[in-house]
């Protein structure tokens, strides 16, 4: 009952920094104790590098706390599987394009698994969803925010007086110093494809023409079609995506609903590598997949936790070794701290849930992550104090909290589960040492540390 108001508390106090107002707010979603989150998705045409990893990571943070506090939370991120891109690289490649999408599409979800992440609830593909797209754009035409010319629709953003609100930028600057892609169809520079006629790659046919959706319609037509509403709550993704696809999603669904398309926006920051944003057209990447073969996942989740998620992250092998470090120092705490449990016969139990419970408001601070790693590093003091020193009354519930915060981190952690052998062996080996006895202290010793226990 005392968690449970606790936990209320938390609930009360949550405050994000919503890109939208460039400030942070107070967090109340639009139903009382549950929560719908949408966060893009990758393009699948190539593995993902490690820059694409940090959404994946901040954003299942995010909903681990959510959840961890009483929150049921509707999480949903996208798949792209049709764009030029995807196209280009698989006539490149000469192998169909679901295919070839297909390849890439495993490979995000074993880079997930692999990274300790949570399945989204739902994990939409486009190409799922292309007969609520025409329908989506046929409204917008009908509704006069969208245009046809030879084949393709357009959307026309002088319909959306706010147009530019995400990313604080006046529509005379952002013509003349945006991505803004060149069409001798558009009415405005600004004006974007939800429609493109082609006859190359894979194609629908639709009342515009034969082609295939642009990608700036692909996510509002599965938010819509998936929760069913406009606003949700909380919308996340890079701080690349603010202009100009959120920008463009945001005005599609005034255009379509006259409501938001989301009450909270949520950007992480970049990871740069030797100072410069880590980009797959430039060249400089290091794929997620390669990072967690040669590093434990543990260094490179506390290389990201340890800067605010709306920080840069300047990624360098100094870094790396560094969060090796302190990912080796929590995992040897947690194994001497069950050891230690072992052989004075206590069990794991979350007898007083404090520091779980600060590490929760913590994080209700706009998931403040860097600050909790303090608070882990500090338990863990405490944890290697108590070894020392064979006060054991708090070990079993520190420890509990330890590893509930770590779960919450989506950080990974080893329960211990030794057979009685091990535990006769423990027990006799800590006797040994404590009456001197070397030679049966060292035999033991190395018995337990072949089976890596010690």
């Known amino acids: 009952r005392w968690t449970y108001f606790r936990k209320a508390r938390i609930m009360r106090e949550i405050k994000f920094y919503n890109s939208l107002s460039d400030k942070k707010e107070v967090f109340i979603p639009n139903k009382v104790d549950e929560v719908t989150m949408y966060v893009c998705g990758p393009t699948v045409y190539n593995h993902l590098h490690i ?111 706010s147009y530019g609100e995400l990313s604080k930028i006046n529509i005379n600057d952002l013509i003349s110093g945006s991505r803004v892609e060149e069409n001798i169809n558009k009415k405005n520079p600004l004006d974007f ?4 006629s082609t006859e190359k790659g894979i194609k629908w046919k639709s009342p515009f023409s034969e082609g295939r959706p642009g990608w700036h319609t692909e996510c509002v037509v599965m938010i819509n079609s998936i929760a069913q509403q406009f606003p949700i709550d909380i919308h996340g993704g890079g701080f690349d995506l603010k202009f100009p696809h959120h920008e463009n999603e945001i005005a599609q669904a005034k255009a379509y609903s006259n409501q938001p398309l989301a009450n909270y926006w949520l950007h992480n920051g970049f990871i740069n590598l030797d100072n410069e944003k880590m980009s797959k057209s430039l060249g400089n990447f290091t794929l997620g997949k390669d990072i967690v073969k040669q590093y434990p996942l543990n260094a490179f989740k506390l290389v990201l936790l340890e800067a605010s998620y709306r920080a ?81 009354n708090s070990l079993s519930s520190d420890l509990a909290n330890l590893i509930q915060i770590l779960d919450v981190l989506g950080l990974t952690y080893d329960i211990l589960n030794l057979v009685q052998d091990d535990i006769l062996n423990l027990k006799a080996w800590q006797k040994a040492r404590e009456e001197k006895n070397y030679v049966e202290a060292d035999r033991l010793r190395q018995l337990l540390a072949n089976k890596n226990l010690i």
């Open 312 to 392: 840069p992250v300047n990624y360098s092998s100094e870094l790396m070794q560094s969060a090796l470090k302190e990912a080796n120092k929590i995992a040897t705490t947690l194994k001497k701290g069950q050891l230690e449990l072992y052989v004075n016969d206590l069990e794991l139990e979350l007898k007083d849930d404090t520091y779980l419970q600060k590490a929760l408001e913590i994080l209700a601070d706009d998931l403040n992550t860097p600050n909790v790693i303090t608070l882990i590093f500090e338990l863990i003091k405490k944890i290697n104090t108590n070894i020392t020193n064979k006060e054991l």
């Open 51 to 161: 820059g694409n990893c940090r959404p994946l990571i901040v954003f299942d943070v995010l909903v681990r706390f959510l959840r961890k506090i009483g929150y049921k939370v509707n999480y949903i991120s996208n798949i792209t599987d049709v764009d030029d891109k995807i196209i280009n690289a698989s006539i490149s490649a000469g192998i169909e394009e679901k295919e070839f999408t297909q390849l890439y599409i495993d490979s995000y979800f074993e880079l997930r698994k692999s990274l300790n992440v949570l399945v989204p609830d739902y994990t939409p593909k486009v190409t799922e969803y292309i007969p609520q797209i025409i329908d989506f754009v046929s409204e917008l035409v009908k509704k006069e925010n969208a245009y046809v010319v030879n084949g393709e629709v357009f959307f026309d953003i002088s319909k959306i007086k």
């Open 193 to 196: 494809l939800l429609w493109k």
